[in-house]
């Protein structure tokens, strides 16, 4: 059966937000900022819509079975790769073991074990509070009211953070929580319901009205960057209001293209997208960590080119292996 064309471009739109992944963890302040910022919520907005929109499927729940088995294979294969890497520079292999062991467990379903290993459990829960909502017949208007108020709160404890004081309700809200909340399941329900929704409803609009919505969007977010930028406001820059009508209109464009992708094989992208996304920070700390300590525009530069090409070498390896009968169990790689 010939591949959907929305599905075949959303491959090469992931292959593409992982390079920018990979640009937030290694050029730090010269990161092409806030464009960057548009990668992981469209990386859960695909994932939701890929997911969301088999009809057939949708309230199977072998289904959701099957999606979560895949995640957690994937989050348990990384993670014994990389114990090496984050278990000594994390401080998990000195003091306490029983407390380390404790507090990994703890970071598996509320922040980061492997680095940038949030997405994927943020992803699994994400998915399995949406598919719940969904068998419940949840009204949409309360789950959008719901999980827009998490996503604010994530907007003011990362961007807006110098707004308030230390002792607002605000600020606690991030400090109870195991972890920082803007790098956790929680900023992901909002993604995976608009994903949701755009499986269920299509397109907000026209391709020319959804372009210029884009257009306008985008200059609307480069104007809250400069301002909270300018202002001293942020603490981080993981979460701005205006991603929300930017990503919804980048995601609208996205599945009515009608790109020809033939000459591209987007199985391959598929692949490479997820071990990039997996593996590129643990490469990037090694570095940092070894080589290359400092952040001037130079270095900056360097460290992407090598994180980028070292995580290409890693997924073609993959890639390669896997294809030999003693090395299929790589496919749990992706």
Same mark, same amino acid.
């Given at each position: ?5 929305? !599905?075949? !471009? ?168 195991? @972890? ?7 900023? @992901? ?102 080589? !290359? ?42």
């Amino acid at each position: 059966m010939e591949q959907r064309k929305e !599905i075949e !471009i959303l491959d090469v739109a992931k292959f593409i937000m992982a390079i920018m992944v990979v640009g937030i963890h290694t050029l730090g302040r010269y990161g092409i900022y806030p464009l960057f910022r548009i990668a992981v919520p469209l990386f859960f907005m695909i994932s939701s819509y890929l997911f969301f929109s088999n009809t057939e499927k949708r309230g199977n729940l072998k289904y959701l079975k099957k999606f979560c088995i895949r995640n957690i294979k994937l989050y348990c294969f990384w993670f014994v790769v990389l114990m090496p890497i984050f278990l000594p520079m994390g401080g998990y292999l000195t003091g306490n073991l029983l407390f380390n062991a404790f507090k990994l467990i703890i970071k598996v379903f509320f922040g980061s074990t492997f680095a940038a290993s949030w997405y994927i459990s943020a992803l699994v829960i994400g998915m399995c509070f949406v598919f719940i909502c969904d068998k419940l017949k949840i009204n949409y208007g309360i789950i959008v009211g719901i999980t827009f108020a998490i996503y604010v709160v994530c907007c003011l404890n990362s961007n807006y953070r110098n707004l308030m004081p230390d002792n607002s309700i605000i600020v606690m809200i991030n400090r109870i929580y195991p @972890g920082t909340i803007y790098n956790g399941f929680l900023v @992901g329900l909002f993604w995976i319901f608009l994903g949701y929704l755009f499986a269920c409803k299509g397109t907000i609009c026209d391709r020319k009205n959804s372009q210029i919505g884009l257009i306008t969007s985008c200059l609307l977010l480069l104007a809250e960057y400069f301002i909270v930028t300018k202002t001293h406001l942020a603490v981080d820059n993981d979460c701005y209001f205006m991603l929300i009508p930017v990503c919804c209109f980048a995601f609208d464009n996205l599945i009515s293209c009608e790109w020809n992708c033939k000459r591209i094989d987007v199985k391959v992208l598929r692949k490479y997208s997820t071990i990039i996304y997996c593996v590129h920070a643990s490469l990037a700390g090694v570095i940092e960590h070894y080589w !290359i300590s400092d952040s001037n525009f130079t270095d900056c530069v360097l460290k992407f080119i090598l994180v980028l090409a070292m995580s290409l070498m890693v997924a073609n390896t993959v890639c390669v292996l896997e294809k030999k009968k003693a090395f299929k169990w790589l496919h749990n790689a992706y």
